[in-house]
Nanobody
Framework: VQLQASGGGLVQPGGSLRLSCAAS????????MGWYRQAPGKQRDLVAR???????NYANSEKGRFTISRDNAKNTVYLQMNSLKPEDTAVYYC???????????????WGQGTLVTVSS
């Protein structure tokens, strides 16, 4: 099983980016998916997560600016980020709780991280 994140890059303050993270490999079912981020010298913090049924929750600072969504048919989670600020600069990591086989346990998998830099 692999999670492949993409969509990071350099953007000016006030700009937008859309991150994607696709799960591939032997997958039976996927539960929660989401994103964490880690700024230089700081701990990794939750940004947003979405359940298999589409319920979402966000860290307070991202509410209204970020939108998480998923496409279950594509095993993909997205993070639309608008009105970006310099303090949003971080490596963004996607995660997914999934079963690799029918009836097996859910395990947490992580993507490799994608760098978002917000700077003028």
């Amino acid at each position: 099983v692999q999670l492949q994140a993409s969509g990071g890059g350099l953007v000016q303050p006030g700009g937008s980016l859309r991150l994607s993270c696709a799960a591939s490999g032997g997958i039976s079912s996927i539960g929660n998916m989401g994103w964490y981020r880690q700024a230089p010298g700081k701990q990794r913090d939750l940004v947003a997560r979405v359940t298999s049924g589409g319920s979402t929750n966000y860290a307070n600072s991202e509410k209204g600016r970020f939108t998480i969504s998923r496409d279950n048919a594509k095993n993909t989670v997205y993070l639309q980020m608008n009105s970006l600020k310099p303090e949003d600069t971080a490596v963004y990591y996607c995660f997914a709780w999934l079963r690799a086989r029918v009836g097996g346990p859910y395990r947490e998998y992580w993507g490799q991280g994608t760098l978002v830099t917000v700077s003028s």
